[in-house]
């Protein structure tokens, strides 16, 4: 079974600082990759996903991930991180042989220093 | 606004409460989902329905009991609850051939005393 595993629980960053968060998965074939994010008494919102092709993926609000097979990982960053960005951030993994079933990771929520 | 649209957005009930949390979209999506999402625990997939049929019972206790009377309205009726059900609980929608198109509505915040 796949299963996906984010190291950091919190990680707080200076705004204008550059941000990575850490993605691991474990999954059999070729996975579909994705990230989301959720604010404060919300749902959770798309922010990029991988499924072929190109290993370094642009998502919206100025997010990216690269996908790397060797290291089963699946990392988003951003170079300059603003104060709004603060929020919990969960990575996912689809299950093309289980309905496209998504499993989750158990979150990093990010702060954001002033 | 998602589009998926969750009522109530707060709720606390007691352990004898009969309560029902209600999902709604009208975005034309044809699969829906109810999450648990529990403090310190991964998202947990509970129950899904395509087509208004269920298609997954992730191991969910009866007390926890879907019903999807159309594609575009999914409850979960609560009853008999325990302080650990206690949790934000996510519905999501997708068109099935939109692979992983999922729409999240902004959860039900259940507490249970």
């Known amino acids: 079974a796949q299963s996906v595993t984010q190291p950091d629980i919190h990680i707080t960053v200076s705004e204008g600082a550059s941000l990575e968060l850490r993605c691991n998965y474990s999954?059999?074939?070729?996975?579909?990759l994705f990230w989301y994010v959720q604010s404060p008494g919300q749902g959770l919102q798309l922010l990029l996903k991988y499924f072929s092709g190109d290993t370094l993926v642009q998502g919206i609000k100025g997010f990216e991930a690269e996908f790397k097979r060797s290291q089963s990982s699946f990392n988003l960053r951003k170079p300059s991180v603003h104060w709004s960005d603060a929020a919990e951030y969960f990575c996912?993994?689809?299950?093309?042989?289980?309905?496209?079933?998504?499993?989750f990771g158990g979150g990093t929520r990010l702060m954001v220093k002033p | 606004e998602t589009g998926v649209t969750q009522t109530p957005r707060h709720l606390v009930m007691g352990m004898t409460n009969k309560k029902s949390l209600k999902c709604e979209q009208h975005l034309g999506h044809n699969a829906m989902y109810w999450y648990k999402q529990s403090a310190k625990k991964p998202l947990e997939l509970m129950f899904v329905y395509n087509f208004k049929e269920q298609t997954e019972n992730n191991s969910v206790p009866s007390r926890f009991s879907p019903e999807c009377p159309n594609s575009s309205h999914l409850f979960l009726h609560l009853h008999t609850l325990q302080p650990e059900d206690s949790a934000l609980y996510l519905c999501?929608?997708?068109?099935?051939?939109?692979?992983?198109?999922?729409?999240f509505g902004s959860g039900t915040r259940l507490t249970v005393v």
């Open positions: 999954y059999g074939a070729t996975p579909y």
């Open positions: 996912a993994v689809g299950d093309n042989n289980a309905g496209n079933m998504l499993t």
């Open positions: 999501a929608s997708r068109r099935d051939v939109d692979n992983y198109g999922y729409t």
